[in-house]
């Protein structure tokens, strides 16, 4: 997907299209921070607490449901 950057005052921003947003489950309340290897931009959702209480729950059912094959794998 090729953008351009639009005039918003005195600054350029970037429009990032409904189909990534859902993909990535943000909304525009989500911190996003740039960073840059020096050559691309990298755009990347903030990890809050929020994001991290719902991957520890997610990490909980799965042991719970697949405990013991994950045993069985760790052998």
């Not at 990535?24 to 931009?41: A, F, M, P, R």
């Not at 991290?52 to 990490?59: A, F, G, P, V």
């Amino acid at each position: 997907m090729i953008k351009k950057l639009v005039k918003h005052g005195n600054s350029s921003a970037l429009i990032i299209d409904k189909p990534i947003i859902e993909m990535l489950h943000i909304d525009e309340n989500t911190n996003l921070e740039l960073s840059t290897d020096g050559v691309n931009i990298i755009i990347s959702p903030v990890n809050g607490i929020n994001r991290t209480n719902m991957l520890k729950n997610s990490l909980q059912k799965i042991n719970e449901k697949h405990s013991r094959t994950l045993k069985k794998l760790a052998k």
